[in-house]
């Protein structure tokens, strides 16, 4: 079965191919990229654009989006909206909070927007084209078919250039992901989906998980009135977070993003141990964390506003006793004790890990392109510049020098590994001219977003300068620091 959308309608019309178990009618496509996340849409986008080559993607979901069609309902993006979404069109209106807990930076585009932006991109100008096939409700199966989740029914495919898999980090959210613990019948554990109907039932909470979903349901529940003492927060790991006031594009805060990247790696140049280099960071505020007399042992690369660590910091209740093994009416088992229960908590479950961490592998592979983070936390961009080397560059060899796959960072020490590696792969693509001239009118670095004047002012031309002359002594005092890692 294969669902196209009437341009001219929101509704999807279903076109049987003959067949009752197995569809003997020959797909056909350039190019099949399994998943319809921001991956495998980011990918398509950039391909669509720069070649005239036919696609196919299919997807689990029954709409475009990927996890966002599981996210639950209060859920942002934790970068600007600016970062995110494909290459040809921008999410949202470039507009800047003027109130709430993100108010002076760039919107954030909510989970609702996420999935309607990518519907958008699928309807309006995938589909009108002719030269995109969307398969939803479906599963690509190794033996070359796609099978129907709907009907049953398999089609064969032949792809004549390459499968692309936009489905490595197999990302996840809670909706989708029992707690990996044990329950008794007697207590509700619910999903943060299932929050917003079920929180006036309910004086108090329970929340399980330190992650940034964690985050976000602590900071929903005390923004929604929720007195912080009628709190508790399981935090197994605290977890080292990016300044989201770094990470803003746009002439006003450029003088600060690019400055965040000089500082960085100054602290990086003078770092005398790697407890040193983070209480530099955290000095010059770069990296924050929720609770100051805790030394955070987690990095995954989550991004928060200072308003949002200063809300979470009223939470007194935090349970640091490793994982939750067992929930039950009188107590609560961890790793690491036990501690009693507060009678008719409500337990909302953030335990599950978002993204799979697997080892990398080469992006390019004979006819198999593996869709990989490439800028660290930046998946939009990742998807858009591996689509761009694909349809530019011809040796395997320099796609992947060009395509360099980061480590999905966990503990604290990967933000040196990732820094590292990040700034190898920046050292490459500046010697390139033809990529780095792409990446200048690149939507997803925000480089729409800045004007021609402040790249020539004199205050961006000396922080320019700071990075040219710290680069050298950051990247060989992180090889000594990453060098004291290793086991002796």
Known sequence: MVVQLNPKTTRATNLQLPGSSKDHALLETDYLIIGAGTLGLGFADQLFTETNDSLLIVDKHHAPGGHWNDAYPFVRLHQPSAFYGVGSRDLGSNRIDESGINKGYYELASGAEVQTYFERLVRERFLPSGRVQYMPLSEYQSDGTVLSLASGKVQEIKVRKKIVDGTFFNTAVPSVCPPAYEVDSACRVIPPNDLPRTIQDYQHFTIVGGGKTGMDVGVWLLVNGV?????????????????????????RFYPRFLGAKATQLECCAKAESIEHLFELLEQEEQLLRI?????PSMYHNATIARAEVDLLSTIRDVIRLGRVERIGTSEIELQQGTIPAVE????????????????TQNVFEG???TIQMIRAGLFSLSASVIAHVEANYDSEEEKNRLCMPLVMPNADTDWLVLNRAEGEILQRWSTDKPLRSWMASQRLTGANLRSPAIEQSDEIKAIKARIRSASGAAAANLDRLLDSLQPT
């Not at 008719?344 to 080892?359: F, N, T, V």
């Open 227 to 251: 007195d912080p003492n009628s709190i508790r927060w399981i935090v197994p790991r605290d977890s080292w977070l990016i300044n989201r006031e770094t990470t803003q594009p746009g002439d």
């Open 291 to 295: 609770d100051k007399s805790v030394q």
């Open 344 to 359: 008719g908590s409500l337990y909302i479950d953030c335990s599950s890990s978002a993204i799979s961490r697997r080892a």
């Open 367 to 369: 006819n198999t392109i």
